[in-house]
């Protein structure tokens, strides 16, 4: 939540919505104390003082030490753990969070819900936990599907279609899209942009299943990342930036999200030419 209020201080204007992910290391993490202590509360306070802000909450809908466990989720084993984070969701004044549940599932270095191998296994278990978080009392989640850029060789999943829930527990499509092409740390960064585009599963895949759904279209994580390691990212790169402000334009993105937290990639402090951009494209008019 700090770093929302830093990030207002950066670009002059209120951030109108504010993101946040419950841990996974353990279902003790869904414990309503300590997530309200921690992250709902607080959250809930910023909210106050932004009229009409929203928040998005990204739920795990399994934990560390059950991945792949679609089945057991399926047939209500975590049931009482998803129940206790709707409630505290629900209890805290966060009754209408957008739930951002099991992010990037066609990405297996983000959590152990993967689709990539059992893409029906993910969908049967979105739907189970939609479920049981609709039924909490006081409940008026909207739930988002986000994916990452891309499909991983020699896995089963191949398209968005694959692990998609339906349309009767999707209110938003989301895409991740950080300013990287793996193994091409040479690439240009115009080539670079239309791979992110063009790909499997790229953005422009991403946006025409978003409008064959009739979903509305978000961006919950989006960056520039640092040069330098497998991931091959564009370093400081301002025109990722204004490409991206582009997209939001004509991709019809409901919200944006820019990450500014150095989770490998960097942070806007370390580029100084897409900072620039940043500022210039999302910040306070300077005026003239």
Request: proline residues 6%; charged residues 25%; glycine residues 12%.
């Amino acid at each position: 939540m700090s770093a929302a209020v830093d990030h207002e201080r950066l670009l002059g204007v209120p951030v109108e919505v504010g993101t946040d992910y419950l841990p996974h290391g353990s279902w003790a993490a869904f414990d309503p104390a300590v997530m309200c202590a921690e992250q709902l509360d607080p959250w809930r306070r910023w909210r106050d003082e932004r009229p009409g802000s929203m928040f998005a909450y990204g739920i795990p809908p399994l934990v560390d030490g059950c991945a792949g466990a679609f089945e057991r989720g399926v047939r209500g084993e975590f049931d009482a753990a998803y129940a206790r984070a709707a409630r505290a969701l629900v209890e805290s004044g966060h009754g209408d969070a957008i739930v951002r549940l099991g992010w990037e599932p066609n990405n297996r270095a983000i959590g152990p819900w993967q689709a990539t191998d059992d893409p029906a296994g993910y969908a049967a278990l979105f739907r189970q936990v939609v479920g049981v978080f609709r039924a909490a009392p006081g409940a008026a989640f909207t739930f988002e599907l986000s994916s990452a850029l891309g499909v991983q060789p020699g896995r089963r999943l191949r398209c968005f279609a694959d692990y998609y829930p339906g349309d009767e527990y999707v209110d938003r499509l989301g895409m991740n899209a950080y300013d990287l092409k793996w193994g091409d740390p040479h690439v240009s960064a115009a080539d670079r942009w239309a791979w992110i585009r063009t790909q499997e599963m790229g953005l422009d895949a991403h946006v025409a299943f978003t409008r064959s759904r009739g979903k509305r279209n978000v961006c919950s994580e989006w960056g520039l990342y640092r040069r330098g390691d497998a991931f091959a990212g564009g370093g400081d790169d301002a025109d990722f930036i204004d490409r991206m402000a582009e997209y939001f334009a004509w991709g019809d993105v409901d919200y944006q999200a820019y990450f500014d937290h150095d989770w490998g990639g960097g942070t806007l402090a370390e580029f100084p030419e897409g900072r620039a951009a940043y500022i210039r494209r999302f910040g306070a008019p300077t005026g003239g």
